[in-house]
């Protein structure tokens, strides 16, 4: 092939022009399409990890029912546009759901009139509130006196969900969902996943350059036991296990974690006036009964003594996820944090 040259005595400089006249030919169509198409992929992988680079990607995690997907709706209303009313017309069959079953609406999908009529005798009965106020005793569903409360408006014609009854609804997560926003100049990525058993195995491909763990506790549940095998309650042994698996994991190590010990307004109401003591349930604990605070030091406490590495900095906070303004201010919180942790990893937009 390099018959063609004869090298011998020749500068360097000589040689690169004689190898380049001998590879020189025409360029066809299909290799220019082809460079064109690189050059645009070049093109769009470096806006893409530039656009990548202003990104704080935030995972939420904790046991089923712990609240994650109420602080995504929260986040979605706080920073984003809200819902529309199509968005909130499609949680309209979840929020009747608590008061009906199948076979209790009618081919319009509306709850039957007469089925109305006699859940509305029902709650106006006081020994119905009486025992729905005692639903501890046997799981009722945490929105359930707040749809009861309401079932005159939820019933009727027309309905269309409020935000408020959007933040009630419990719809189970199932995958792994996904939402942006933009404040603080940066782009902050919520994954929301499911916190059922079987959707813990998902998680795995939202681990990737997560900058920070949201851990939500669902403090109310101190007084479930924990189930046998792979249904999970989300009492507070089941979160204690999650959550420590969590911290042995190596793909967190450089992520921030916090803690958000969720449903104080529940927790209150049980410690102040249930008469289930957390004495009862957690025998560690010596403090008083009806002591809200101590109460909730003592279980956060739970979880902040199995942080293995002093120099990883966890925050902790109290919520009530459904209420706006305690998402607003602890999410302000959490964000300044979140950026404070990872400034030399992320730019701002
Ligand atoms: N009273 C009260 N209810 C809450 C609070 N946080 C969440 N809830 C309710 O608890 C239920 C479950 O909340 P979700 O946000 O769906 O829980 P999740 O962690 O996403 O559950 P999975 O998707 O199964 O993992 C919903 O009915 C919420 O309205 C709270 O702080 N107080
Ligand atoms: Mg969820």
């Given amino acids: 092939m390099f018959g063609c040259l004869d090298l011998a005595g020749s500068s360097v400089q000589t040689c690169w022009h004689a190898l380049r006249l001998c590879f020189r030919r025409e360029v066809t169509e299909e290799e220019k399409v082809?460079?064109?198409?690189?050059?645009?992929?070049?093109?769009?992988?470096?806006?893409?990890?530039?656009?990548?680079?202003?990104?704080?990607?935030?995972?939420?995690?904790?046991?089923?029912?712990?609240?994650?997907s109420t602080v995504v709706k929260q986040i979605k209303i706080i920073h984003s546009h809200g819902f529309s009313r199509r968005e909130l017309i499609s949680f309209k069959d979840h929020a009747q759901s608590v008061l009906a079953c199948d076979w209790c609406t009618g081919k319009d999908a509306e709850l039957l009139p007469f089925l109305a009529q006699a859940f509305c005798c029902l709650w106006a009965d006081q020994g119905v509130r009486a025992a729905a106020a005692r639903g501890y005793e046997y799981q009722l569903n945490d929105s359930a006196l707040y749809f009861f409360d309401n079932i005159?408006?939820?019933?009727?014609?027309?309905?269309?969900?409020?935000?408020?009854?959007v933040l009630r609804v419990r719809v189970r997560t199932s995958g792994v969902t996904e939402t942006q926003f933009c404040a603080?100049?940066?782009?902050?990525?919520?994954?929301?996943?499911?916190?059922?058993?079987?959707?813990?195995?998902?998680?795995?491909?939202?681990?990737?350059?997560?900058?920070?763990?949201?851990?939500?506790?669902?403090?109310?549940?101190?007084?479930l036991r924990p189930q046998q095998q792979d249904s999970s309650t989300g009492c507070i042994q089941d979160s204690l296990e999650l959550y420590s698996s969590i911290l042995s994991n190596t793909v967190f190590s450089s992520a921030s974690l916090i803690l958000i010990m969720n449903k104080m307004d529940l927790f209150q109401e049980k410690i102040l006036n249930s008469g289930r003591h957390l004495r009862i349930y957690v025998p560690d604990f010596k403090g008083a009964d009806r002591d809200v605070s101590g109460a909730?030091?003592?279980?956060?406490?739970?979880?902040?003594?199995?942080?293995?590495?002093?120099?990883?900095?966890?925050?902790?906070?109290?919520?009530?996820?459904?209420?706006?303004?305690?998402i607003r201010d602890i999410f302000q919180t959490v964000m300044d944090n979140v950026v404070k942790d990872n400034l030399a990893n992320v730019c701002t937009l």
């Fill in 152 to 165: 005159g408006r939820i019933i009727g014609p027309n309905y269309v969900p409020t935000e408020t009854d």
């Fill in 184 to 223: 603080a100049q940066f782009i902050f990525r919520l994954y929301d996943v499911g916190g059922q058993c079987t959707q813990k195995r998902k998680w795995l491909r939202c681990f990737d350059g997560v900058r920070a763990v949201l851990f939500l506790v669902d403090l109310s549940r101190y007084d």
């Fill in 296 to 326: 909730a030091g003592f279980l956060t406490s739970l979880f902040t003594e199995h942080l293995t590495s002093p120099a990883k900095p966890l925050y902790h906070h109290y919520s009530t996820a459904t209420d706006t303004s305690c």
């Fill in 34 to 68: 082809a460079r064109s198409t690189s050059a645009r992929i070049d093109r769009d992988l470096f806006e893409h990890a530039k656009l990548e680079s202003h990104v704080v990607k935030i995972l939420l995690l904790g046991a089923a029912e712990s609240g994650k």
